[in-house]
């Protein structure tokens, strides 16, 4: 069916209804002027762009032309401030039908403190609009995809838990999640993990994919497999698979019209595959001459979406030569009005950079998360394990808002197993009988996929929900590193505080183990605590871990809580229950064991061997204060200083390796500020620079032990 049939057929109504085809919705004139409005609009903004950025006067551009019939269309077929997008640089005109304006395009082309994209932090296009519901895009390609599915499932989770409708706002029954992606971005993981846990859950999702068949330079039949991605995914399950000519408005909307009804009836996802094209280059850093020859260039320019829907308007009597000219000539003034006071608008001030890197709302370092002067305690001891079940439990029982979820931390999946069998709880108990207190709506399995795991968590919490979630192991932490370091602890800071998204990753990490080995046995916390806007924490016994897990499930912003494997379940760690309300602030260090001689600044496992070497160097004359700093970001600096200036002798010791480890920066630090009050250098006690082996000789020989913690220190009080 060509493009002038489908206008006909949607533009002019018969006097004779026999004649109207009833299976097209009929949308009036008005409308399809609006959509052209937009579309130009769309165009003259990305060539605005690239004559600024000729001129030096921006500094980055990519364009979203030949994209802007199937993003208008989208726009259309959805609600502003009611559906929820996750867009990608493409989705110019798609923010243009959704409400954005011209002047807040250019804004965030300019870097101006007024963009309300990102108040100057990224670069242009990277869109985000909290009024309109659009939530903030980076870089990195495919990381929205996870988001969006979380941000869906939010609403899912919102309707089978009754709490939570007392507690947040902002849900709809009908509302549905748009997220989009190049056909390049088709072959990250990220991108079928994202369809498979949508399918799974029937989520109203939309995923549209805009296929211009390129990736930058590689063409899409290098990208994919038979060079169409919507035949290898046709097989999911409750996946409603839609393809269309992407530049071809009427047919785009249409298609975009039965995906979204098919979503607000929440039969499932949907996929659209709309087949664009991309006139311009990749951006203005790529010139699409050195890989495209001039006749596929050509051949492609026959089908721009704004040329031929204008002709189109033209050709069926919607508007005339002069009623369109008059469109474009209003559109050019206001692109042009839009620039100027764009380019005029003020720059974010310099002093600003260090906002919102955590939340401006809520201080975990304050007192008032501190009761631990207050403490009561109560019952038998209980291990770490059971301390941290313990504050899982009474957290979710005040807090509905509270989900569970990673690998095997339910009790069952299948619900009517539950009554017949002990239930798993994770692979080290610590969320054992969660599931059966608290539904197996706000207690769950996940794939086995970490980046799912961060990312569904991720939109869960940009929707008000506070997912506590777990990576079965640290050294399996990896493929969520996008998720982590570009998503969550970058989401409050590059919108400029109009998003964030505070989630509680779990994490058991750690040697000392006996059979560990490589792979069950890392210890890289430096690579996390160097991230802007990620807390992390690290508890040594029992009762911080209690203390501290409550803290971090209450502030308002992402905190990697770090559980040691081998300290789960030690006897010397344990402690009686405390309160429901016991909370240890983020930053502040705890002195385990008071000394005039020698200062041991450390955490994790190495408190324990660095109190056994203590107390074998006290034999020998020596005293050794020892403080364990529970929280690594923050840390407490003001604790270092006093014992510092009180021994002038410093171990720093922990279970990383030696060469770029954590230690390394605290080292650095005294050494910077507190030189004058050294009687000799900052020793290191660390582990070997190689992996943990498996053998329990070499695993010794690797790992800090307390016999080389008691040489650092003989050999600190002799110099």
Known sequence: MNSDTKVLRLVRKSADSSTTEATHELPEQNLLLEMYRTMYLSRRLDDKEIQLKGQNRIFFQISGAGHEAILTAAGVAMKASYDWFYPYYRDRALCLQLGMTALEQLLSAVGAEADPNSHGRQMPSHWGHSKLNIVSQSSPTGTQLLQAVGCAEASYRYQLIPELQKRISGFENDEVTYVSLGDGTTSEGEFWEALNTASNLKLPVIFLVEDNGYAISV??????????????????????????????????????????????????????????????????????????????????????????????????????????????????????????????SAQPPRETVMQFIFSPDVDPTSKEFDTEDRVQLSGNAGTMVDLINRCLDTEMARDPRIVVFGEDVADCSRDQYLESVKGKGGVFKVTANLQRKHGSARVFNSPLAEANIVGRAIGMATRGLKPVVEIQFFDYIWPAMHQIRNELALLRWRSGNEWKSPVVIRVPIGGYLKGGAVYHSQSGVSTFTQIPGLR????????????????????????????????????????????????????????????????????????????????????????????????????????????????????VAHEDSLSFGYGSEIAARISDELFEYLDAPVKRVCALDTFVAYAPVLEDAILPQAPDVAKAIAELKAY
């Open 219 to 344: 063409p899409v039949e290098v990208q994919t497999a038979g060079g169409d991605v919507s035949r290898l995914v046709e097989n999911f399950p409750s996946l409603y698979l839609q393809r269309c000519d992407g530049t071809d408005p009427i047919e785009s909307l249409e298609t975009m019209r039965r995906a979204v009804d098919y979503c607000r009836r929440r039969k499932g996802p949907a996929l659209v595959h709309a087949k664009v094209i991309r006139p311009y280059s990749h951006s203005l850093s790529d010139d699409e001459k050195l890989y495209r020859p001039d006749e596929e260039r050509s051949s492609e320019a026959e089908r721009d979406p704004v040329k031929r829907f204008g002709a189109l308007l033209i050709d069926e009597g919607v508007i005339d030569q002069d009623g369109l000219q008059r469109i474009k000539d209003e559109i050019d003034r206001e692109v042009n009005e839009a620039a100027d006071v764009a380019l005029a």
């Open 536 to 651: 992390v924490i690290y508890p040594a016994n029992a009762l911080d871990a209690n203390g501290l897990l409550r803290t971090a499930i209450r502030c308002d912003d992402p905190v990697l809580f770090l559980e040691h494997k081998h300290l789960y379940r030690q006897a010397y760690n344990k402690s009686q229950y405390p309160a429901d309300d016991f909370m240890i602030p983020f930053g502040k260090a705890k002195k385990v064991r008071e000394g005039t001689d020698v200062s041991i600044i450390t955490y994790g496992a190495l408190v324990q061997r660095s109190l056994v070497a203590a107390k074998q160097m006290e034999q020998a004359g020596v005293s050794v204060e020892i403080i364990d700093l529970r929280s690594l970001v923050p840390f407490d600096w003001d604790a270092i200083v006093a014992t510092v200036k009180k021994t002038n002798r410093v171990i």
